[in-house]
């Protein structure tokens, strides 16, 4: 039995894979590289010494879908792959609406045909919207800001309705807050595509030279120091958080949200402070207007993760830049520094999948 993570090359999918072949599950990746490098996948055996099937291919292929299900013994799914840049989504919605929301329509459609009806869902603490107050508790009311946040909270609608009409299906919805840092051997990553749009990677590619200096967007909110205050998390801590849900709906059936967050809130001049401590490097930044769709304050109630998962992030914000920083200074080009070698990349059967070695 397998554990299918689409989107398992990703940022978090990645470092997902990492902790379930640890823990010694059979996992099978299913991903397009839209948004993520082949490379990571070897860095994952790199790290795990596990071997595992990809699957190149997109979720919008219903008939390669079920391919993967036809050839492997799937139990559950965790489905990491999605476009998620905040800003790109407002110039290309029809395009996020198609690729996030059909690719999953077409991924459970193809999981009720072989009766897999065990998902964990990578939803978003963007579906809060802007909070009214902090910390967030799964029980807020629901918005979304963009047209990314919307697919997010659409999918989440999608899989309760799902849910209502067979209440075989089991489901976690878990909600991101934000995401930083890389696994302590420095091999995987988050490696964004151009310009980064989050805080911690654009600090990262300051502090290594790659860009000049980090534009802050505004300090004139009701904060500490004016400057936005988020809820960020160790992208480990994220990847443990996956297996806890995995657990869960392993072992009943239902639907349900939860927040991964550490319920503790830092504003960008602390994370700016926090990574020169860590990184011993100065990071230059100017101040600019705010960036609209911005929430002043957003950081989680992470008490209902740790009362129905066992979940609790542990992982220190020193530990978050050392690791970000780590990982950027190991890789200043990302995943591009080791050009996939394709005599590494063993081509079986039709092609549509290979097997890392
Ligand atoms: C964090 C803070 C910015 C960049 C978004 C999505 C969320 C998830 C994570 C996909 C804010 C400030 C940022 C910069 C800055 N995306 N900032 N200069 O906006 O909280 O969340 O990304 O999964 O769904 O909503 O994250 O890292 O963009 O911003 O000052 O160059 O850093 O204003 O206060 P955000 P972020």
Known sequence: MAILVTGGAGYIGSHTCVELLNAGHEIVVLDNFINSNPESLNRISEITGCMF?????DLLDK???????????????????????????????LHYYHNNITGTVVLCEVMKRH???????SSSATVYGIPKQCPISEEFPLSALNPYGRTKLMIEEILRDL??????WSIALLRYFNPIGAHKSGLIGEDPNGIPNNLMPYITQVAVGKLKELSVFGNQYPTKDGTGIRDYIHVVDLAVGHLRALDKVSNSTGIDAFNLGTGKGYSVLEMVEAFEKASLKKVHYKIVDERHGDAAVSYADPLK??????????KSIEEM????????????????NRIVDEENLHKVNSGDFFILN
């Open 53 to 57: 099937k990809t699957y190149s291919i």
């Open 63 to 93: 008939e390669k879908v079920d391919q993967v299900f036809e050839e492997n013994d799937i139990e559950a799914v965790i489905h990491f792959a999605g476009l998620k840049a905040v800003g790109e989504s407002l110039s290309i919605p």
């Open 115 to 121: 009766n897999v009806k065990k998902l964990v869902f």
């Open 163 to 168: 849910y209502v009409s067979d209440n075989a």
């Open 305 to 314: 993760a740790k009362q129905e998962l066992g979940w609790v992030a542990e």
């Open 321 to 336: 830049c050392e690791d970000s920083w780590k990982w950027q200074m190991k890789n200043p080009n990302g995943y591009k």
